[in-house]
């Protein structure tokens, strides 16, 4: 069938993407799906900085690509063996499809699956297969969801069914910003009721660390941006104490307000800088974890002494640690309970035609989670 979609033909285009659009709108033809793989009409989209990262080509995905890895949508037709879905079900869709037989998937570490890690580098789905077509070429799918669109095709490990009384455009929500922010705070660093938190850099994964670090129950909060608004929006959502990541001598300024330091630091803005910043403000014996996926090699550097004297960790944390079949569920109740207001990071709606200009609000921090939608 036909599709409308948003494909990226060349990385690396200049800024504003306004002018350079490297987002064309296109008719391109969807397969149907094949064994395991599932249709499905997307009502609602995030737009997310590792869109941007390809974007800009500091994430190398094999190009022509249907964008988009974060969404909500409707089932609307299964392929053979898809027996635990039906049609008309809602879903979210994440941004690694887990095969559920490999070593990583029996541990119930699904973001670590191998089937699913080598389709998103070779931008198929997960039997290897793709289902997008311009001019009869073949193009590649964006980590196996391609949402970017009217209707994709994706395979049955990229799915989570929802309730149906969840609105979509939070749902969309839930297949990264949600997923990789709480998971890093419950899943990879499993922060304990009465902990000291610090997180550097509020974009949506950062202010979801920030709404997991409350529902863990955290006693103090720090967050850490450049941009003013995003600190009152932190502020709002229950961060104790907000700072400007500019702020003179600020290391020891949050030395002095945490009492020398949190249990737990989150760092999202993958600069040697921030990774640097999130480590010296992590306690002694404390865990510092990063979410970051810069493109681009960050190096940085840590005195082994000074981890092995005072026993500090550093984690990296990939979507979360997730198990999404589990967690998902989870947290669209908490959200349902108003304990997860996800609904707080939504900034404005965008169109199809209007995702370049998206991309330049994103890159230039004006806003948290823009949505992509239909009508
Ligand atoms: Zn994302
Ligand atoms: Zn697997």
Redesign the pocket.
Known sequence: MKVKAAVLRQSGLKRPYAESRPLTVEEIELDPPGPGEVLVAIKAA?L????LSVITGDVPLPLPLVMG??ASGVVEALGPGVVDLAVGDHVVML?VASCGSCGFCREARPALCEQGRRSNMTGTLLAGTRRLRADGAEMNHAMGASCFAERAVVSRGSLVRIDKAVPFEEAALFG??VV?GVGAVINTAKVPAGASVAIVGLG?VGLNMLLGATLAGARQIVAIDVVADKLALAKSLGATDTFDAREKDLVRTIMKATNRGVDYAFETAGLAETLDLAYRITRCGGTTTTTSLPGRAVNWTVSTAHAVLEERTVKGSFMGSAVPSRDVPRYIELFRQGRLPVDRLKSNRVTLDRLNEGFDALAAGAVVRQILVFD
């Open positions: 995030g997310c900085h590792s869109d890895h974060e941004f990264c910003a990789t949506g």
